[in-house]
Antibody, heavy 118, light 106 residues
């Protein structure tokens, strides 16, 4: 059974760095073709893909936020991470991680709510 | 970026057939995927690569299309299908999602 769970700070202030962790089970990021993606959704709005990391440590970012994003992984502990620098209120959203193969997000975590507020 | 256009909302009666469309601004081969999201829940994969049913998804759901025009069909619709349906492409950089189609039951 594949499960993923996101964790994050909940609330942070503008200009800070958002650090998110995705802890997963039921698959390995060392398996050929496997990846983890991050997607966010502001309340009541649509989905925005942020970044993917692959089994071979290849990384793929949304160009609209690329300069602010860093994705990484800890294969031995079944975790993936996303950092977003210099946050502002527009980054307030629910952040999801998902298992990704060929860009298909086939299993999602329950989401972590992040609020940016002064 | 590849823009995916979906109709914003549909209303159907239980037992009917409904088709939800997704049009891409450029070709995405068959790399179009469909997700269902119910209020307060995470999205769930329904269809991958245009026409492949994800594991555990009822056969009432099906997908078709290639290139720029894709369709998710639910037949017959059940009350539990009330949700927002998103399409997503993974052929062109960056990955993009449609804005979603909200399906309501009459």
């Amino acid at each position: 059974q594949v499960t993923l769970k996101e964790s994050g700070p909940g609330i942070l202030q503008p200009s800070q760095t958002l650090s998110l962790t995705c802890t997963f089970s039921g698959f390995s990021l060392s398996t050929y073709g496997m990846g983890v993606g991050w997607i966010r959704q502001p309340s009541g709005k649509g989905l925005e893909w942020l970044a993917n990391i692959w089994w071979d440590d290849d990384k793929y970012y949304n160009p609209s936020l690329k300069n602010r994003l860093t994705i990484s992984k800890d294969t031995s502990n079944n975790q993936a991470f996303l950092k977003i620098t210099n946050v502002d209120t527009a980054d307030t959203a629910t952040y999801y991680c998902a298992r990704s193969t060929e860009g298909v997000m086939d299993a999602w975590g329950q989401g972590a709510s992040v609020t940016v507020s002064s | 970026d590849t823009v995916l256009t979906q109709s914003p909302a549909l209303a159907v009666s239980p037992g009917e057939r409904v088709s939800i469309s997704c049009r891409a601004s450029e070709g995405v081969n068959s790399y179009m995927h469909w997700y269902q999201q119910k209020p307060g829940q995470q999205p769930k994969l329904l269809i991958y690569k245009a026409s492949n049913l994800a594991s555990g998804v009822p056969a009432r759901f099906s997908g078709s299309g290639s290139g720029t025009d894709f369709t998710l069909t639910i037949d017959p619709v059940e009350a539990d299908d009330t949700a927002t349906y998103f399409c997503q492409q993974s052929w062109n950089d960056p990955y993009t999602f449609g804005a979603g189609t909200k399906l309501e039951l009459k």
